[in-house]
């Protein structure tokens, strides 16, 4: 085999595609909370109404995490909208 990518055995010679065009952000903006708040009730409406509060919490938040929200953006949002959705 020859070429540019003739030993190239792992993910790393597909890295170009993964780069973000100029100016693309890198993580949600500072105020997204409602946006965050927006995810964070539509994953509330699939989760079992039994589950266990605190695992909810986990799942919420890393899910907000694996978005980009910081901890403290994501935790916020998903204590104001449990506590939204007990009443």
């Given amino acids: 085999m020859s070429g540019p990518d ?15 065009p ?5 993580c949600p903006v500072p105020g997204d909370e409602q946006d965050a ?17 605190a695992k909810a919490t986990r799942r919420l938040v890393d899910m907000l995490a694996r978005r980009g929200y910081s901890a403290s953006i ?10 939204e959705a007990d009443r």
């Fill in 74 to 83: 994501a935790y916020a949002v998903v204590k104001a909208e449990l506590a």
């Fill in 6 to 20: 003739a030993g190239a055995t792992g993910p790393s010679h597909d890295v170009r595609r993964l780069e973000r």
């Fill in 37 to 53: 708040a927006d995810l964070v009730r539509r994953k509330l409406r699939g989760m079992p109404t039994d589950l266990d509060r």
């Fill in 22 to 26: 100029e100016g693309a952000p890198r």
